[in-house]
């Protein structure tokens, strides 16, 4: 049974084999959804992050970030509802997908009448509650915090003067500590554009950022540069 009329559901489809994601395009293209193709997962998650879909439809081996990666980063910041493909038999890869925040799985090789079912079904389930924020309200590092709701900062008890851009920074980069954030994710997510390598003000922010830390206090390699890959914090 194709959408409703009046509601094309736009479905992200995350697929490294062409022919796999133009098949399945084309089948739900012909069923009436509304369809995004990515083939690796760094351009999947900016996707994901910068415009609205109603599903996502994740295969697990990916170029650049695999399908755990994406799902992971996305559900801190999305709750856009993700059906995985798995290999047949995998359990492990299925368990860890749904620890992940994974709503569904479907097996290869699959068909496509199963595949269609098991995406009307899930979209029943949830269309109208899609891509809602995740983020908590406040954050605690040692002795960072961050209050998202007022945009205030304070390490050790002495509060930080950012500016929305920089506390955004500051907060996106806090909610993944530990993990390299690339450039172009942190353009869409931080400064809702696309990336440009010749834009040096990223670069601008999150040096001011990292001078307003070390003057409260803060170690200042805990805010890293990682040449070549993007921005972390420890």
């Not at 007022?150 to 851009?165: D, E, H, Q, S």
Request: aromatic share 8%; charged share 25%.
């Amino acid at each position: 049974m194709a959408p409703v009329a009046q509601h094309r559901p736009r479905i992200l489809v995350v697929e490294d084999d062409r022919t796999l994601n133009g098949q399945i395009a084309g089948l739900l293209e012909g069923k009436g959804y509304r369809i995004h193709q990515c083939y690796e997962g760094e351009g999947a998650l900016i996707a994901a992050i910068s415009q609205r879909f109603d599903l996502i439809l994740l295969d697990v081996l990916l170029p650049k970030l695999d399908g755990f990666a994406v799902l992971d980063r996305l559900r801190k910041t999305r709750q856009t509802p993700v059906m995985m493909l798995t290999a047949r038999g995998a359990e492990e890869e299925r368990i860890l997908g749904y620890r992940c925040g994974a709503d569904d799985y479907v097996p290869k090789p699959f068909g496509f009448t199963e595949l269609l079912l098991r995406i009307e079904a899930l979209l029943r389930r949830t269309l109208g509650a899609t891509d809602q924020r995740a983020d908590p309200e406040a954050l605690t590092v040692g002795s960072l915090t961050l209050d998202r709701s007022r945009l205030v900062a304070r390490y050790a008890g002495t509060l930080l003067t950012l500016t929305p851009i920089q506390f955004r920074l500051l907060w996106v980069l806090v909610l993944h500590q530990g993990e390299v954030l690339s450039k172009p994710y942190l353009y869409q997510l931080v400064l809702e554009r696309e990336f440009s390598r010749y834009d040096r003000s990223l670069d601008m922010h999150l040096s001011r950022v990292r001078r307003k830390l070390a003057e409260a206090g803060m170690a200042a390699d805990r805010l890293q540069t990682v040449h070549g890959k993007g921005y972390c914090f420890l």
